[in-house]
C-alpha cells in the first residue's frame, strides 16, 4: 500500500492543477457564441446582454443592435416583448408592447420584422442609437442570417415611419436603453 501513495499524491497533484485550467476552458456553445457576436460586430451591429422577457424566465440574452442613420426625431422608447400564448389582445400573435407602442405608421413594418424573425427572438428594442433584436442565440448561424437581414432591410423604413415632424423633441428620451451616449464609439460590443 505504501508504494501505490506517492503515485496517488501525484495523480492527486495533476488533477488539481489540470481540472481549474479545464473548467476554464470555454465550451462548444461559448465559442460559437462569441463567433456570431464577433460576425455582428464586423457587420456593424452593437451586442448587448439584456434580461430575458419576464415570461421566459430569469437568464440574460443578447441583443443585437443595427444603428439608425439618421437618429433625429425618432419616437423610440418602444419594445416588443414574446409573450406566454397568442392573444386577439396583443400586438401581433404572441408579441406585445411593454410600455408605450410605436407610431402607428410603423405598425405594419414591425409586424413584418416579426414574421421575419428567427424562432428564438424573445424582444425587440428602440433606443436612441438603434433597433434591437433580443434573441436567444439557439438557431445559430441561421438565425443571425434571418436577424441581419430583417434588420437591414427593414430598418430604413421603420426609421423613416418613426420620424417626427420638425419641431417635436424626441420623446424617446430616457428610455434606459442604448442611447447615443451607450453606444461604443467603435461599435464593439460590451
Excluded at 451591429?45 to 425618432?74: H, I, Q
Excluded at 416583448?81 to 400586438?91: A, G, I, Y
Excluded at 420638425?166 to 442611447?179: F, H, P, Q, W
Aim: a neutral charge; proline letters at 6%.
Amino acid at each position: 500500500m505504501s508504494a501505490w501513495l506517492p503515485l496517488l499524491i501525484i495523480v492527486f497533484a495533476v488533477a488539481l492543477v489540470v481540472g481549474p485550467v479545464m473548467w476554464m476552458k470555454p465550451s462548444d456553445r461559448d465559442r460559437k457564441l462569441a463567433g456570431l457576436r464577433q460576425r455582428a460586430i464586423r457587420a456593424g451591429m452593437t451586442v448587448k446582454m439584456k434580461p430575458l422577457p419576464a415570461v421566459l424566465g430569469s437568464g440574460t440574452a443578447a441583443v443585437y443592435f443595427n444603428r439608425w442613420e439618421d437618429p433625429r426625431r425618432l419616437d423610440v422608447g418602444w419594445n416588443l416583448e414574446l409573450q406566454r400564448m397568442t392573444h386577439d389582445l396583443h400586438f401581433y400573435d404572441r408579441w406585445d408592447w411593454v410600455g408605450k407602442p410605436a407610431p402607428k405608421a410603423a405598425w405594419p413594418l414591425i409586424r413584418d420584422l416579426l414574421q421575419r424573425l428567427p424562432e428564438d427572438a424573445c424582444g425587440v428594442q428602440s433606443t436612441n442609437g438603434g433597433l434591437g433584436v433580443q434573441w436567444q442565440e439557439r438557431s445559430g448561424d441561421r438565425g443571425f442570417e434571418a436577424l441581419s437581414q430583417s434588420l437591414t432591410r427593414l430598418l430604413p423604413e421603420i426609421e423613416e415611419a418613426i420620424r417626427q415632424p420638425a419641431g417635436r423633441s424626441n420623446v424617446g428620451r430616457g428610455d434606459g436603453g442604448l442611447d447615443n451616449g451607450d453606444a461604443d464609439d467603435d461599435g464593439g460590443s460590451r
